[in-house]
């Protein structure tokens, strides 16, 4: 599912314009970024965990040359579903 099809999704449920649906869908959205930004997790219940994992400097290779590399520090999004949502997709 993409964001326009959770916006028009929203929207019928809701009985408002597309319009207002997007608003909200991206103000959830933009709530959630700065959740991670801010506190490095988001907890849904119900649904699910956002946080922020840090992954720690290491080596690998390019797979096609083989040259050897530095894999740099970094952080990266995480998710983690609910065991709810896990039963209702278990379930279909």
Wanted: some cysteine.
């Amino acid at each position: 599912m993409t964001r326009a099809v959770l916006s028009n999704k929203v929207a019928s449920t809701l009985d408002i314009t597309h319009e207002k649906a997007d608003v909200m869908v991206s103000a959830v959205l933009d709530c959630v970024k700065q959740g991670l930004v801010k506190d490095k997790v988001v907890i849904i219940r119900g649904f699910g965990r956002f946080r922020i994992l840090d992954k720690v400097k290491r080596y690998g290779r390019n797979p096609k040359t083989g040259e050897a590399a530095v894999i740099t520090a970094r952080q990266v999004p995480n998710f983690r579903s609910s065991k709810l949502l896990k039963n209702i997709v278990n379930t279909k």
